[in-house]
């Protein structure tokens, strides 16, 4: 008895231990930059509204990722990691020709939610438009993704294993049914995720949410380097492997072309020139081989729009 007892307190131990390591509470080093691959049209509705729309988790691509309260809980999801990801790329740069990874100002998000002391208000969004007279209240955090094995044994978090007692470790669906929103399978943990989590007071009957996120969009769009004589910061948009900075700027200002005149679009349009640039082309531009579509035969790149209507391999 007395040994079952030490081992339910270590294991208890250990499962505060791994909550804390996945909650964010401060941002610092790798932290000051967030990335999140999504295409042309996603980011000048992001720039255009000031908001981002955050998914609902149980309708999201990983299918194992099901667990309570899922029905009203919300994400945006990131990584921190600056590299390019090829398989981030394939998954999340739809369509291939608008692809493109967009860089926040991580000390910009957690304000986010550390101004409104965790507590926020969105807008349910259905059928891809947003409910602005009717507003939804939650609670929001930033989140490191923990990534767990298939028999649930262990977890994965960053740089550390945090393991279960054999005799009391959980199944995978029990380990995520435990953390939520914080736990995915282990064959994700290339993506090193890091999500903006919404959870709401109440279930409600939308895909996803609109959040606003004025302070964001502006550091994302306006970023320089801090360093002295540096006359550009990192890229606030790498273009993918498909398209071209060109095509972006073109694509990207005739979306957007009625903000044009709004300080921060004006100062992203500007330098987004070749002489100080703010958007560059991925480094596997042209290297990442798909295949041919197979409605109009173009290689890696279709044009004729069956992609994303008929779901074809590009």
């Known amino acids: 008895m007395g040994q ?18 996945l909650v964010i509470t401060e941002i610092k080093g790798a932290l000051s930059s967030l990335f999140h691959y999504t295409n042309i049209e996603s980011f ?8 981002i729309w955050l998914s609902r988790i149980d309708r999201m691509n990983d299918g194992t990722e099901v667990f309570k309260e899922a029905s009203r809980t919300y994400a945006f999801c990131m990584t921190a990691v600056p590299t390019e990801s090829v398989g981030m790329w394939i998954a999340y740069g739809v ?41 939804i209240q939650g609670e929001i955090s930033l989140q490191y993704v923990g990534y767990v ?13 945090f393991k279960f007692a054999e005799d009391l470790k959980s199944s995978r669906e029990e380990v995520m049914n435990s953390y939520g929103s914080f736990i995915k399978w282990l064959g994700w943990a290339y993506e090193h995720e890091i999500r ?32 002295r004589n540096a006359t550009q910061g990192m890229p606030s948009v790498v273009v993918g492997p498909w398209g071209n900075c060109e095509d972006f700027i073109r694509k ?21 020139a070749a002489d100080a640039p703010l958007v560059r082309e991925s480094e596997f531009a042209g290297k990442i081989h ?15 729009g069956y992609c994303e209507v008929k779901g074809c391999m590009l």
């Open 196 to 227: 903006l989590v919404v959870q709401l007071d109440k279930e409600i009957d939308a895909d996803k949410i609109q959040l606003d996120i004025s302070g964001v969009v502006e550091k994302a769009l306006t970023y320089k380097s801090k360093k």
């Open 44 to 51: 000048a509705n992001i720039v255009a509204s000031k908001c």
């Open 252 to 272: 990207f200002s005739s979306k957007i072309e009625d903000r044009a005149d709004r300080e921060d679009v004006g100062y992203f349009l500007e330098h987004a």
């Open 95 to 135: 369509p291939r020709r608008d692809a493109i990874r967009v860089r926040f100002s991580g000390k910009a998000i957690h304000e986010i939610f550390t101004a409104h002391h965790g507590r926020v208000e969105v807008h349910p969004v259905k059928s891809g438009l947003a409910d602005t007279a009717r507003t």
């Open 4 to 21: 079952t007892k030490k081992a339910g307190i270590r294991t208890i131990s250990r499962a505060k231990a791994l909550r804390n390591e």
């Open 290 to 304: 798909l295949g041919r579509c197979t409605n109009c035969n173009k290689k890696d790149a279709c044009d004729c």
């Open 149 to 161: 094995s298939r028999n649930g044994d262990r977890v994965h978090v960053r740089n550390k294993i």
